[in-house]
């Protein structure tokens, strides 16, 4: 594993709350969010129930991203990306990803909504970091052609807050 902290190196930014009736910050991840899509068959590549609260008064909009700093490659693995979500949402559904109301960004995956976990056997545990930011403006002047690594430059200039809840998973 190599033990990135991936929003060291930000601005530091105030928190607000993410929970989830699913998961809990720090446990194992449940099998139905391993990725099938990526050879594990007790995975269905479905998002946890996320929820926010606490967030600043002067929050436009919101992204949602998921990302892997423990896998295999220079920049990680983005798993979920989703921006320009309305400030008026504050939960998204297991399983609803697709029905977002949000610009949808491909994952590394190659897909546009929520790709489950597939650690390499024997890699170690790999911690999924769930991210909510807060965003200064409704809209982020980007389309859903722009990676995760462009929304989240973005994010350096209008995010606002942050909100974290990270669950592993390690196949053995």
């Not at 008026?88 to 029905?99: C, L, N």
């Not at 350096?156 to 053995?172: D, N, P, Q, S």
Request: proline share 8%.
């Amino acid at each position: 594993m190599l033990n990135r902290e991936p929003y060291a190196d930000l601005p530091e930014q105030p928190t607000f709350t993410l929970t989830s009736e699913d998961i809990k910050d720090g446990d194992q991840a449940p099998d139905w969010m391993l990725s099938k899509a990526m050879g594990l068959e007790k995975g269905e590549d479905t998002n946890p129930q996320l929820s926010w609260s606490g967030f600043p008064e002067e929050t436009k909009s919101f992204v949602i991203t998921c990302y892997d700093p423990d896998a295999p490659t220079p920049s990680g693995f983005w798993h979920w990306t989703a921006s320009n979500i309305p400030a008026d949402i504050t939960s998204v559904a297991r399983g609803a990803a697709d029905e977002l109301k949000a610009v949808k960004h491909t994952n590394d995956g190659g897909t546009d909504s929520f790709m489950g976990f597939a650690p390499p056997e024997g890699h170690g545990a790999h911690r999924y970091i769930f991210c909510v930011t807060a965003v200064d403006t409704e809209e982020l002047d980007i389309d859903a052609s722009a990676s995760p690594a462009v929304v989240n430059f973005n994010l350096f200039f209008h995010g606002i807050a942050r909100a974290f809840l990270t669950v592993t998973h390690e196949e053995k």
